[in-house]
């Protein structure tokens, strides 16, 4: 199957400082999803971005498809940004998500 | 206007039982997936129901059992629960199969002892 890595597994920033996580993955994708889920344990989905690139706010994210790999940018982080970062991508052929390990996140204040 | 919905949020049970846990989604999705976070926080899913139409189920011990009422709904019964069941189980819906952004429920924690 479909081989998802995310890098750092751990990152530690101090408030207002700016964050890019990686996302690598081993095959062709037709669906790829940034979700955040913060310390009470809810997922959010971030951007639906198979392709591209999207901003929302501070975030924004691009996926070069054709190398296979999707960066998730945060700019001026907040406290409020903490929590794990999770790509999740679904090959073709494929009606699933494959999720990765995930990015923790910690802003200090 | 919760948009997926989970029922319990918590779950503490001994070893041997059977539970259930119930998922409702009121986004007019076609599609609807089980996933489960281990303690380790890696997500997988388990099953996935289009039109109330099973189209996925990985590798899960046929102690897990789905069951879509309706689109709306998809239930998990899980039987003879087991230590390694402990985990968080997550719901999710999108508009259908494949190549569309999936909504999360908040979680059921189940702890089995």
């Known amino acids: 199957g479909i081989q998802v890595e995310q890098s750092p597994p751990d990152l530690i920033l101090q408030e207002g400082a700016n964050s890019t996580l990686r996302c690598n993955f081993s095959d062709s994708v037709n669906n790829l999803q940034w979700f955040h889920q913060n310390p009470w344990g809810q997922l959010i989905n971030l951007f639906y971005?198979?392709?591209g690139t999207k901003q929302n706010g501070r975030l924004s994210a691009t996926t070069v498809a054709t190398e296979r790999y999707s960066l998730l940018y945060i700019s001026s982080s907040q406290t409020t940004d903490s929590g794990v970062y999770f790509c999740a991508v679904e090959g073709f052929g494929n009606e699933k998500l494959t999720f990765g390990t995930g990015t923790r996140l910690t802003i200090i204040p | 206007d919760t948009a997926v919905s989970q029922t319990p949020k918590y779950l503490v049970t001994q070893m041997g039982n059977d539970k259930s846990i119930k998922c409702e989604q009121n986004l007019g999705h076609d599609t609807m997936y089980w996933y489960k976070q281990d303690s380790k926080k890696f997500l997988k899913i388990m099953f996935s129901y289009n039109n109330k139409e099973l189209i996925i189920n990985e590798t899960v011990p046929n102690r897990f059992s789905p069951k879509s009422p309706d689109k709306a709904h998809l239930n998990l019964h899980i039987n003879s629960l087991e230590l390694g069941d402990s985990a968080v189980y997550f719901c999710?819906?999108?508009?259908?199969?494949?190549?569309?952004?999936?909504?999360f429920g908040p979680g059921t924690r189940l702890l089995v002892l």
């Open positions: 971005i198979p392709s």
């Open positions: 999710a819906s999108s508009i259908r199969a494949g190549q569309e952004t999936q909504y």
